[in-house]
Nanobody
């Protein structure tokens, strides 16, 4: 059974940092592109960042503003079957449930994904 388990969310003060983790099991991790999505209350889910299978390429979704692009970083450790999303200089508008997703493919994209985690909540205090 494939499982993606996010962790690292919680309450953070505006301007602070968080590192979200996505631990995968039940799949050959390095055969999957990994993406992070987020969903804020009352809004649709949107893509954040995607990382290639080897980790040599990362892609921002079109939803990401220039401000976000300078603050969010995605990475992965294939030896640990884990992907990460680093959030720096967090702002109130970053509050959302953050999901990781895995897709068996060679290219990053923002369409349907094979597997999803349950999400981790990020709350920002101003």
């Amino acid at each position: 059974e494939v499982q993606l388990v996010e962790s690292g969310g919680g309450l953070v003060q505006a301007g602070g940092s968080l590192r979200l983790s996505c631990a995968a099991s039940g799949l050959t991790f390095d055969r999957y592109v990994i993406s992070w999505f987020r969903q804020a209350p009352g809004k649709e889910r949107e893509g954040v960042l995607c990382i290639s299978r080897t980790g040599d390429k990362t892609f921002y979704s079109d939803f990401m503003t220039d401000s976000m692009k300078g603050r969010f970083t995605i990475s992965r450790d294939n030896a640990k079957n884990t992907a990460y999303l680093q959030l720096n200089s967090v702002k109130p508008e970053d509050a959302a449930i953050y999901y990781c997703a895995a897709d068996l493919g060679s290219h990053c994209h923002w369409q349907s994904y094979d597997h999803w985690g349950q999400g981790t909540q990020v709350t920002v205090s101003s």
